[in-house]
Structure formats: structure tokens, C-alpha cells
């Protein structure tokens, strides 16, 4: 079974500053990781995903992770938060190839500062 | 395209009544998945359908029924609401049922049952 660990409910940064959400996951087999953003009163959107290959990944608006399999994460960063960047930010895994199920984190509350 | 579209928005029960929260997707994807929010705890998988005709039962079915009416339309049924699933429902969707398949989220459906 895999699980996700969110550290931190509730992050807040000022405009300009890095952003830093932390992710750990443990999974029994290779994992594929994600991270969604959710604006208020939104659905669930992809920010970006590693399957297989490069364990730096790139996403939209900024947005990058890096999976560490010895420390088991899959932090996201972004090195200058906009006002636009408030939201909830969830880190997901899938545990493999032959697994589908998406097992979530508890979610991350950003709130940026003027 | 409309992507994933869920309705209705909002939607207060009083305990015991039924109703149906719709979902449709109009990206030809197969697989279509039904999950429940709640704070602190991320999202939770209620059913899945894989492909059109089946479904399978996720991590908190108890209480809830599904039809996979067609490719395109997912529902999920309440039949006697309980307070316990005030919630917050989001329908998504992937080309299959696949890991690497990204799921597409709707914008949900927020339920309060009194």
C-alpha cells in the first residue's frame, strides 16, 4: 500500500520568496508521483508528474520536484511565489505501473503576502 | 471542450433523502473515477469504473452506489444521506487505467447533509 505525508497544513510566504512544499511518500514498489493545485472553489489540476527517467521535473507555472528515492520525496518548489500561487497544493502517489489508484496527501494551504 | 463537468454545484439533504450527483467527460476517456474531500484528510476514491460497463468499489464505498451509464457519464447515488457525507465530491477521469494516465478533475459538487 502507499501512503503520503504532507508536512505542514498551512504555508505562508511573501511575494517574491521561495516556495518550498514538502512530500514523503512510501510505496513498496517504484512509485509515480504527482503533485495537483487547487484554486478556490476549483477541481483538482495537474501541476506535474514523475513516472520513469530525469528525478528533476519541470510543471507548469514555475512549479518544479525532485524525487529522492533514498530520502523517499518529492518536494515541490517554485523560487519566487506569485499572488496568483495561493491555493491548495496536494502531493499524490501511484504505486507502479500495474497500480492506478491515487492514494493523496492531506493537502498544503499556500497563502502568499504582499 | 468542456473537459469534466459535474452537476449540480450545490446541494443541501436533509438525513435520509436520495439524490444523484452527475458526472460527464468529453475527452474519450475510459476510465472515470468518483472521490469524496474532506479537511485534513486529502481525497478518498469512492468507486471507479474502468471501462464502460464496469465498476469497482475504491477506499470508502459504504454508502453510495454508481452507474456507468455510458462512456462519457459516471453517477453517483446517495441513497439514504447520512450527516457523515457532507462532503465535498469530485468526479475525474483518465484514458485508462494506467499509472502513468494523468487523471482530469471536475470542479465538484458541495453537499451538506442536515
Known amino acids: 500500500a502507499q501512503s503520503v505525508t504532507q508536512l505542514g497544513s498551512h504555508v505562508s510566504v511573501s511575494e517574491g520568496a521561495l516556495v518550498l512544499l514538502r512530500c514523503n511518500y512510501s510505496s513498496s514498489v517504484p512509485p509515480y508521483l504527482f503533485w495537483y493545485v487547487q484554486y478556490p472553489n476549483q477541481g483538482l489540476q495537474l501541476l506535474l508528474k514523475?513516472?520513469?527517467?530525469?528525478?528533476l521535473v519541470k510543471g507548469i507555472n514555475g512549479f518544479e520536484a525532485e524525487f529522492k528515492k533514498s530520502e523517499t520525496s518529492f518536494h515541490l518548489t517554485k523560487p519566487s511565489a506569485h499572488m496568483s500561487d495561493a491555493a491548495e497544493y496536494f502531493c499524490a502517489v501511484i504505486g507502479g505501473s500495474n497500480d492506478y489508484k491515487l492514494s493523496f496527501g492531506a493537502g498544503t494551504t499556500v497563502t502568499v503576502r504582499a | 471542450n468542456a473537459g469534466v463537468t459535474q452537476t449540480p454545484k450545490f446541494q443541501v439533504l436533509k438525513t435520509g433523502q436520495s439524490m444523484t450527483l452527475q458526472c460527464a467527460q468529453d475527452m474519450n476517456h475510459n476510465s472515470m473515477y468518483w472521490y469524496r474531500q474532506d479537511p485534513g484528510m486529502g481525497l478518498r476514491l469512492i468507486y471507479y469504473s474502468a471501462s464502460e460497463g464496469t465498476t469497482d468499489k475504491g477506499e470508502v464505498p459504504n454508502g453510495y452506489n454508481v452507474s456507468r451509464l455510458n462512456k462519457r457519464e459516471f453517477s453517483l447515488r446517495l441513497e439514504s444521506a447520512a450527516p457523515s457525507q457532507t462532503s465535498v465530491y469530485f468526479c475525474?477521469?483518465?484514458?485508462?487505467?494506467?499509472?502513468?494516465?494523468?487523471?482530469?478533475f471536475g470542479p465538484g459538487t458541495r453537499l451538506t447533509v442536515l
Open positions: 514523475y513516472t520513469t527517467g530525469a528525478t
Open positions: 475525474a477521469s483518465s484514458l485508462g487505467l494506467v499509472g502513468t494516465d494523468t487523471q482530469y
